[in-house]
């Protein structure tokens, strides 16, 4: 779809978002921990080497075009402050994934992060309609698509990679609708 968005650079009110780097590697080993995916698929890495290979499939999306996996930043500091992306990009219906850093929580950072590479698809991808998935007990994250009047399409029980009992609500997000 696209030829290369690794040098992609998105910017907001607060935040920067970056795409990821083997320079994050560290960070993301160190903060994508069992509390922050207490409702989300994929597991936290036990061993740096995973997220090393993490680091290089979402470079290599970047660079290939079919995927776009970020890394947030504050603005001001440059802190990290979790992941963000937009998967499946040559689909009709492209998946956002997104996790903040515990100690970031509760600041609207997600929010922020998701309406900001929302704007950024409306502008550049011909998409039918985003996605947002969700586990139905997290609350705060599932705030962020109904700020985009999202409407659920779908629920479905399933277990995330630490073996915890999810139910996921799939929110669909179209074009056009209001962002920060």
């Known amino acids: 779809m696209f030829t290369d968005l690794s040098t992609l650079i998105l910017e907001s009110e607060r935040l920067r978002l970056l795409p990821i780097t083997d320079a994050y590697t560290d960070l993301i080993f160190r903060e994508f921990t069992p509390e922050v995916a207490t409702y989300m698929h994929p597991r936290p890495a036990t061993e740096r080497s995973e997220t090393e290979a993490f680091v290089e499939a979402a470079r290599a999306g970047n660079r290939e075009g079919y995927s776009l996996s970020m890394v ?7 802190d990290f402050l979790g992941c963000v992306g937009l998967h499946k990009l040559a689909d009709k219906r492209p998946e956002f994934g997104i996790w903040v850093k515990q100690s970031a929580h509760m600041h609207g950072y997600g929010r922020e992060a ?3 590479l929302k704007r950024w698809a409306d502008d550049h991808i011909p998409y039918e309609y985003l996605i947002y998935p969700v586990d139905s007990r997290n609350m705060a994250s599932r705030k962020i698509p109904e700020s985009l009047g999202a409407a659920i399409i779908s629920q479905y029980d399933d277990t995330g990679g630490m073996g915890q009992e999810l139910t996921l609500i799939k929110y669909r997000i179209d074009r056009g609708t209001p962002t920060l």
């Open 114 to 116: 998701i309406h900001t």
């Open 72 to 78: 947030i930043t504050d603005r001001q500091s440059g």
